[in-house]
């Protein structure tokens, strides 16, 4: 078996499937080190920029700011996308392999997580995911969303759970300045939910909300967030908790303020309900008619018991926001139970072996789970890199067959595939932008997978 060293003649060539923040980060920590690398981006999605794309909410553009410092990256001589393009499925590992000596997995998390009890497959529950993927325009996900109930349950404490209730407490005409697309906006102007109830089993002081998120809540003239205050309760590990974290202490203080206050008298309630973990869906006629929950308590190591009694919530729609899953890519190692790459930090590990398979890695969210922020998926792509560098050094690394640079874009024409560019991603920027400014509008995203091809493709 030859191998790749430092001293090599030609560049460490390097694949990154998937163009979400986990990926460029690594490429970028790649492209940072003072090895000679180059670096091809591989994406199923016409465009680049995953889940910043995909799945941030679009009245949050603080965080879509977060595209500038990725653009920055992705304009590096050393970095080449190339969208459109599913690996495992259009163009399997082992034939990667021919052109890259190493290759990187970071293909995020999209699915949804089960909730796991009865009713979770009654119309009118959805997956957080699938209304994310609604709202955002992802071209994976349905066209239009029926907003006809009037009281809605959203079941979790995370950030992704807030994005959802302030959409679906939020008016179509406060969203309309944002990028969404047109379908989107006929649907939500529709949205006739007056009450949204958000259900968490544990208390504040476990509650996953960071405290910007939770404080944008109350910035709508149109929501009035309301917390009851016998939800307001802590055990010793739960002050320890507040103790130990700024961030957690600053939620539970916005949680009590939000407690304390006189009625606002805006028109759409958002309730914030602890202790409350859901059993059942209930329904009738196949429909969602309600939300069972059973009130728990406290423990006093931050941990919740149930009290035996039930309260039903008469809701007409539920949301499932209790996580997300990532998928496994064919040809790779999955952990079907954890849903991640079986990994040792970053190499990608044999499940039978447990050893490391040579010239595979990951990172991001197919990795750890989805948990986390940037911060997280920056230091993650820290350790997987220096693991693929080191391997580099040290001559662990096959070489590729085909290691020319123009070898794999001889490939995928020669197999018809019609991938993307970052040349082609700017035609497709600058169309939605196009749309976007006779309504004043920063954007407008481009929803049909074909249209996005049309703009973005190489050979456009």
């Known amino acids: 078996m030859s191998s790749t060293s430092l001293d090599s003649s030609r560049p460490l060539r390097v694949a990154v499937v998937g163009a979400g923040p986990a990926g460029i980060y690594a490429s970028d920590l790649l492209m940072k080190s003072g090895t000679d690398v180059e670096i091809d981006?591989?994406?199923?999605?016409?465009?680049?920029?995953?889940?910043?794309?995909?799945?941030?909410?679009?009245?949050?553009?603080?965080?879509?700011?977060?595209?500038?410092?990725l653009h920055a990256i992705m304009e590096k001589p050393q970095l080449r996308f190339l969208g459109n393009v599913a690996v495992g499925t259009d163009v399997t590992v082992e034939q990667l392999r021919q052109?890259?000596?190493?290759?990187?997995?970071?293909?995020?998390?999209?699915?949804?997580?089960?909730?796991?009890?009865?009713?979770?497959?009654?119309?009118?529950?959805?997956?957080?995911?699938?209304f994310v993927g609604f709202y955002d325009g992802n071209p994976d996900f349905k066209r239009d969303w029926d907003l006809s109930a009037?009281?809605?349950?959203?079941?979790?404490?995370?950030?992704?759970?807030?994005?959802?209730?302030?959409?679906?407490?939020k008016t179509g005409d406060e969203l309309l300045v944002t990028e969404i697309p047109d379908n989107v906006y006929a649907s939500l102007k529709n949205n006739k939910a007056t009450e949204v109830h958000v259900f968490g089993r544990r208390g504040p002081?476990?509650?996953?909300?960071?405290?910007?998120?939770?404080?944008?809540?109350?910035h709508s003239p149109t929501?009035?967030?309301?917390?009851?205050?016998?939800?307001?309760?802590?055990?010793?590990?739960?002050?320890?908790?507040?103790?130990?974290?700024?961030s957690q202490d600053l939620v539970c203080q916005t949680l009590e303020q939000y407690a304390m206050r006189d009625p606002q008298g805006a028109p759409h309630k958002l309730f914030i309900h602890f202790f409350e973990s859901p059993v059942e869906i209930l329904g009738e006629n196949g429909k969602v008619v309600g939300l069972k929950t059973e009130r728990m308590q406290l423990d006093g190591s931050g941990g919740v018991t149930g009290t035996g009694t039930f309260t039903t919530w008469p809701v007409q729609s539920v949301y499932r926001a209790v996580g997300y899953r990532s998928d496994a890519v064919t040809g790779v190692p999955f952990d079907a139970e954890s849903a991640v790459i079986p990994n040792d930090g970053g190499?990608?590990?044999?499940?039978?072996?447990?050893?490391?398979?040579?010239?595979?890695?990951?990172?991001?969210?197919?990795?750890?789970?989805?948990?986390?922020?940037?911060?997280?998926?920056?230091?993650?792509?820290?350790?997987?890199t220096e693991m693929l560098l080191a391997d580099y050094a040290a001559g662990k690394l096959q070489a590729p067959a085909q290691p020319s640079k123009d070898a794999v874009l001889e490939f995928?024409?020669?197999?018809?595939?019609?991938?993307?560019?970052?040349?082609?991603?700017?035609?497709?920027d600058n169309a939605e932008r196009a749309l976007g400014a006779p309504e004043g509008r920063e954007r407008k995203k481009i929803v049909?997978?074909?249209?996005?091809v049309s703009h973005a493709r190489h050979d456009a």
Request: glycine letters at 8%.
């Open 223 to 246: 929501i009035e967030v309301i917390v009851d205050p016998e939800d307001i309760d802590y055990d010793a590990a739960s002050e320890q908790a507040r103790r130990d974290s700024k």
């Open 448 to 452: 049909e997978w074909d249209e996005m």
């Open 41 to 69: 981006l591989f994406e199923r999605m016409p465009a680049p920029f995953g889940l910043i794309r995909y799945g941030v909410a679009p009245d949050h553009p603080r965080i879509k700011a977060i595209v500038n410092s």
């Open 150 to 169: 009037e009281k809605v349950a959203v079941i979790g404490v995370g950030n992704v759970a807030l994005d959802v209730a302030r959409i679906l407490a």
């Open 99 to 130: 052109f890259y000596d190493a290759i990187v997995f970071s293909t995020g998390a999209v699915a949804d997580r089960d909730l796991d009890i009865p009713g979770q497959d009654l119309a009118g529950s959805h997956g957080a995911a699938e």
């Open 412 to 428: 995928l024409n020669a197999q018809g595939i019609t991938f993307t560019t970052w040349d082609g991603w700017h035609r497709l």
């Open 205 to 218: 002081a476990q509650a996953k909300f960071t405290p910007l998120e939770l404080k944008e809540l109350d």
């Open 347 to 384: 190499h990608v590990l044999d499940p039978d072996s447990r050893q490391p398979v040579p010239g595979l890695y990951a990172t991001g969210w197919i990795k750890r789970g989805p948990v986390g922020l940037i911060g997280n998926t920056k230091s993650d792509a820290k350790e997987t």
